[in-house]
């Protein structure tokens, strides 16, 4: 089993800056990837980012490629998401989540196994 706890949450207005941390623990040697998602009331929850245990690959919605970052400190078992340039649009709650199997699919959520409890972003405009 994994835990997953987010934190860094919080009301920002437009064109400001977030860093959101998800914190693992438990088995977290078995982890292939971790990702973040989002959703926003109403919506569906989609894939904002994933980076590989590794941390050499990560992958990003188009939405939000050249916005935010995605990095991981294994000592630390904390995975981040830096959330730079916000928008009205990225009001979500934000979902950690974790996956132990390889093989694509690093935007799907049905591949993770191991989901946080979530924490609110809301943009002003």
């Known amino acids: 089993q994994v835990q997953l706890v987010e934190s860094g949450g919080g009301l920002v207005q437009a064109g400001g800056s977030l860093r959101l941390s998800c914190a693992a623990s438990g088995r977290t040697f078995s982890t292939s990837a971790t990702g973040w998602f989002r959703q926003a009331p109403g919506k569906e929850r989609e894939f904002v980012a994933a980076i590989l245990w590794t941390g050499r690959s990560t992958y990003y919605a188009d939405s939000v490629k050249g916005r935010f970052t995605i990095s991981r400190d294994n000592t630390k078992n904390t995975v981040y998401l830096q959330m730079d340039s916000l928008k009205p649009e990225d009001t979500a709650v934000y979902y950690c989540?974790?996956?132990?199997?390889?093989?694509?699919?690093?935007?799907?959520?049905?591949?993770?196994?191991?989901w946080g409890q979530g924490t609110q972003v809301t943009v002003s405009s």
């Open positions: 989540a974790a996956r132990n199997t390889y093989g694509g699919g690093w935007n799907d959520g049905a591949k993770y196994g191991y």
